[in-house]
C-alpha cells in the first residue's frame, strides 16, 4: 500500500546498505529522502552532497537550495510570494522548503555521497535502482521530475540526452513490489541543477534567457500538466 508506512518500511530496508563498498566507505549515513510520502511529485537528484552527508536530508546544500528557489519562482502560490520579504536567508530557504515539501517528495538517485567530487559509477547507479523504483511506486506520484541526465538514467534503465529531452514527458515503467504488475508513471526531464548552478546564468532569468530560466519553464511545464491531470481527473469522477 502506498504512503507513509511503505516509505518508513523502504527507510529501514536501506538504512544500512552495504551493496556498493566505495560508497559504504564515503558516507557517514544514507540520505534516504524528504517530503511528503503522498506527495504528488518525486524529485529525483543525483547524489547527495557534503552538505547532505552533514544535515541528513537531501537538497539542502548549495545545488539544493538553488533548485528549490527555482521550483519556488515556477509555482504561483501567495504563500511562497509572501516569502520574499524575509530578509535572513537561511530562514528563507527554511519556510521555501517547508512549503514545497507540502506537496514533492525528494530522492536521488543514489542514496549515498559518493566523496568529494565524485560521481556515482554506473553500476552503483544500477545497484540503487530497485530502491528508487519501489519509493517512487510508495509514494506514488502523479508525475516524476528527473532533475539531470543521471536521475533520468537511474529511472529508465538508460541513457538521456538531456538537452533533447528537457520539458519533455517520459514514460517510467516500474514493476510493482507487491503484485509484480507494471504501473507507469510519467517523467519530466529538466537540466541538471548542479550543472546550472555553476553556469551562473541566474542573473538572466529577469531577460528570460538562459539555462536557470529554462529550468523555471519547464518546472512550470510539470506544474502544468499536474494542474491539467487534477482537472481531467476531477471532471471523470464528477462524471455520471
Known sequence: MPGLDAVRSLYAEYAECTK????????????????????DIVVVGKAPGPEEEMTGIPFTGPTGRFFMQ?????????????LNSIEDNDVFHEELRALIEENVFFTNAVL????????????EISECRQRLHH????????????AGKTAAAALLGKKVRVLDKRGSLMDVPIESPATGRTVRYPMLVVLDPGQVHRSGDQVLVNKKKGK?????????????????????????????
Open 20 to 39: 556498493c563498498p566505495r560508497l559504504c566507505e564515503s558516507r557517514s549515513a544514507v540520505i534516504f529522502g524528504s517530503g511528503s510520502a503522498s506527495a
Open 70 to 82: 527555482l521550483f519556488g519562482r515556477a509555482v504561483d502560490s501567495e504563500d511562497i510570494a509572501a
Open 112 to 123: 549515498c555521497f559518493p566523496g568529494e567530487d565524485k560521481e556515482p559509477s554506473a553500476k
Open 135 to 146: 519509493t517512487v511506486y510508495a509514494v506514488d506520484p502523479k508525475l516524476i521530475i528527473a
Open 212 to 240: 536557470a530560466y529554462q529550468m523555471i519553464e519547464d518546472i512550470k511545464r510539470a506544474l502544468y500538466l499536474l494542474k491539467t491531470y487534477e482537472t481531467i481527473a476531477g471532471e471523470s469522477n464528477g462524471s455520471d
